[in-house]
């Protein structure tokens, strides 16, 4: 099945820089769930991957969560504790329910987190801007809050919550860039995958290059309390702000959690000085 499904498009100005698929028509082991892709730069390069044949299940830029309650709604194979990567009948889906505002440059919707069975993990309101912050720059927020139930906690875990070693904290706000090459990514103090990742810098920096050779960078902002990046780059290109990297996070019952991850999406390669220019400048 196809990642095709119901969509909008976020524009600046005249151009249009995110489509954003509301209702995939997926398989349910890939984690089905709104994303974005493909999104572009000002000048047209392409920044994301979807269903990308080393991992199906990753779709573009999204919210994903591998243990939700025991629930896998990121897609693939569950990590099991003493086990390892196992292929379970767990996976659950991340609902689009309603919108609640459109325009060019902004999108708001209603979500549900729901299990296997369809009953509800989490609901979330969910917002999406675009807009330019320079000549050959443009910048992504997200703000999301989710909300547990009444009656009971939501714990949001990781495989590295469930016992895989090497740093595999990721679930969260997760971008799978596209690459040809390993691309190079860095913070205001460090540069490299292993240097980077678990880290808790106000900012990442991922550079590389698109279909075409377009030269891109991609600035990352928004880590929360507790929050951690999780980054690769020489296995696959992806940054996510990890919600459980090295312990469970609790959305307590009748709680929310609330977050709000910024994207930068630049044309050409920017150094540490120019990415933090624009950081400060925005």
Do not use: K
């Not at 196809?2 to 890939?30: I, K, M, W």
């Not at 991992?55 to 709604?73: E, I, M, T, Y």
């Not at 696959?236 to 910024?262: I, K």
Request: hydrophobic share 40%.
């Amino acid at each position: 099945m196809t990642g095709v499904g119901e969509s909008v498009r976020l524009t600046v100005g005249a151009t249009e820089v995110a489509e954003y698929v509301l209702d995939p028509a997926l398989d349910p082991r890939h984690g089905p769930r709104p994303y974005l892709h493909p999104v572009r730069t000002l000048g047209g390069t392409v920044v994301t991957d979807a269903l990308p044949d080393d991992h199906v299940w990753h779709l573009g830029a999204s919210l994903a969560v591998q243990d939700v309650n025991g629930s896998n709604l990121w897609g693939g194979r569950t990590y099991v504790r003493d086990v390892g990567y196992t292929w379970r009948d767990d996976h659950g889906v991340i609902a689009h329910t309603g919108e609640v505002e459109h325009s060019p440059g902004r999108y708001a919707h209603d979500l549900q987190w729901r299990d296997r069975a369809g009953a509800v993990l989490l609901t979330e309101r969910r917002w999406l801007t675009a807009s330019v912050v320079a000549p050959h720059a443009w910048r992504l927020d997200v703000e999301s809050v989710l909300v547990a139930p009444d009656d009971r906690a939501v714990r949001l875990g990781s495989p590295a919550t469930n016992g895989r070693p090497g740093g595999a904290g990721y679930g969260g706000f997760f971008w799978r860039a596209v690459a040809d090459g390993e691309p190079a990514v860095f913070t205001a103090d460090a540069a490299g995958e292993q240097a980077v990742n678990g880290s808790a810098a106000p900012w990442l920096a991922l550079t590389g290059s698109g279909p075409g050779d377009g030269a891109y960078t991609l600035v990352f902002a928004g880590l929360g309390h507790g929050d951690r990046w999780f980054v690769r780059t020489a296995m696959y290109p992806g940054v996510c702000v990890a919600f459980a990297f090295d312990r469970p996070a609790v959305v307590p019952a009748g709680g929310s959690r609330h977050g709000r991850y910024q994207v930068w999406v630049t044309d050409g390669t920017l150094d540490r000085d120019g990415v933090a220019a624009l950081v400060r400048s925005h």
